[in-house]
């Protein structure tokens, strides 16, 4: 299995810009995570999808972040427009909806620089 | 709501040093508890879990006792090597509510040979 797929790896953009970070979940899982990660804040919960469908968003800085799951294979989350505060670790995982809950996969992160 | 609390770091220690990273948390109801280890360059990887009160999680020769009396659940190995160099998490996760885990903020592990 190819484990939790994200892309890009690195992400290095200006200021105003959009940016779109990509996560494939393991095949079956129907759980998906987005993560972020930075030194002042740890490792913060986002939003999380069970079956596609966004369960709970209470993560989601502000009205600038948004998230989508249009199928089973595959999610996005955009920052629109990126502020360099938003430079981070952003990190997708999946899990098994019927496994015990905490049995994520993490992916290997995406490292985004807004300058 | 739930936290949890982790020894700052960075920590250095030498080859078959002893190790210790302390965690505390602060929950509603009957939390399970995990450690997690992030390497250079990668995600996240479930070390070792516990889902109940005086219940020892262990993992690749990694241990940690669910102590609900001191809301503590550190971590510790007898003999560190290099390749344990990481970034450790601790996390709490509850069914109550939203299922979803709360971590700490990590503590980077270096060990030197």
């Known amino acids: 299995d190819a484990g939790v797929i994200q892309s890009p790896r690195h992400e290095v953009t200006e200021m105003g810009q959009e940016v779109t970070l990509r996560c494939k979940p393991i095949?079956?899982?129907?759980?998906l995570f987005w993560y972020r990660q930075t030194m002042m804040r740890g490792l913060e919960l986002l939003i999380y999808?069970?079956?596609?469908?966004?369960?709970?968003d209470s993560g989601m800085p502000e009205d600038r972040f948004s998230a989508k799951m249009p199928n089973a294979s595959f999610s996005t989350l955009k920052i629109q427009p990126s502020e360099p505060r938003d430079s981070a670790v952003y990190f997708c995982?999946?899990?098994?909806?019927?496994?015990?809950?905490?049995?994520?996969?993490f992916g290997p992160g995406t490292r985004l620089t807004v300058t | 709501g739930n936290s949890v609390t982790q020894m700052e770091g960075p920590v250095t220690l030498s080859e078959e040093a002893f190790l210790t990273i302390n965690c505390t948390y602060t929950?509603?109801?009957?939390?399970?508890l995990f450690w997690y280890v992030q390497y250079p360059g990668e995600g996240l990887q479930l070390l070792l879990k516990?889902?109940?009160?005086?219940d020892k999680g262990s993992n690749k020769g990694f241990e940690a006792t669910y102590r609900k009396e001191t809301t503590s659940f550190h971590l510790e190995k007898g003999s560190v090597q290099v390749s344990d160099s990481a970034v450790y998490f601790c996390?709490?996760?509850?069914?109550?509510?939203?299922?979803?885990?709360?971590f700490g903020q990590g503590t980077r592990l270096t060990i030197n040979p």
């Open positions: 516990a889902t109940k009160a005086d």
């Open positions: 929950a509603t109801g009957y939390p399970s």
């Open positions: 095949s079956g899982h129907n759980s």
């Open positions: 996390a709490l996760g509850s069914d109550l509510g939203a299922q979803k885990l709360v």
């Open positions: 995982a999946s899990r098994i909806g019927t496994g015990n809950f905490y049995e994520q996969y």
């Open positions: 999808f069970n079956n596609n469908v966004p369960i709970d």
